[in-house]
């Protein structure tokens, strides 16, 4: 089970942490990515974290703002946000894949998302 938090409401420019958090014990087997969705638009990849934390790839529109990190002895995962726009409004999502990849598929578990919105 993946459990999101940190979603809010934040001026443009400002900065805001989500957390992810995981109820699965070998959580630290699993790549965790993050994505997001507006309203009206298709779900979007935003990044991946590798499962010992060493690797991360983003997508090129957030790239340099947004930072993935994770915590495996506390089963968490970060998506540090900063430089928000009001085009990152949207709906973020936790996700798990057995593997790390820089594709979008075969991520197995997801949260419920938490809500972002950046007011310009």
């Known amino acids: 089970q993946l459990v999101e938090s940190g979603g809010g409401v934040v001026q443009a420019g400002g900065s805001l942490r989500l957390s992810c958090a995981a109820s699965?014990?070998?959580?630290?087997?699993?790549?965790m990515g993050w994505f997001r969705q507006a309203p009206g638009k298709e779900r979007e990849f935003v990044g991946v974290?590798?499962?010992?934390?060493?690797?991360?790839y983003y997508a090129d529109s957030v790239k340099g703002r947004f930072t993935i990190s994770r915590n495996n002895a506390r089963n968490m995962v970060y998506l540090q946000m900063n430089s928000l726009k009001p085009e990152d409004t949207a709906v973020y999502y936790c996700?798990?894949?057995?593997?790390?990849?820089?594709?979008?598929?075969?991520?197995?578990?997801w949260g419920q998302g938490t809500q972002v919105t950046v007011s310009s």
């Open positions: 996700a798990a894949r057995w593997t790390y990849g820089h594709d979008n598929q075969g991520y197995d578990y």
């Open positions: 699965e014990g070998s959580f630290r087997r699993y790549a």
């Open positions: 974290i590798d499962p010992a934390g060493r690797n991360t």
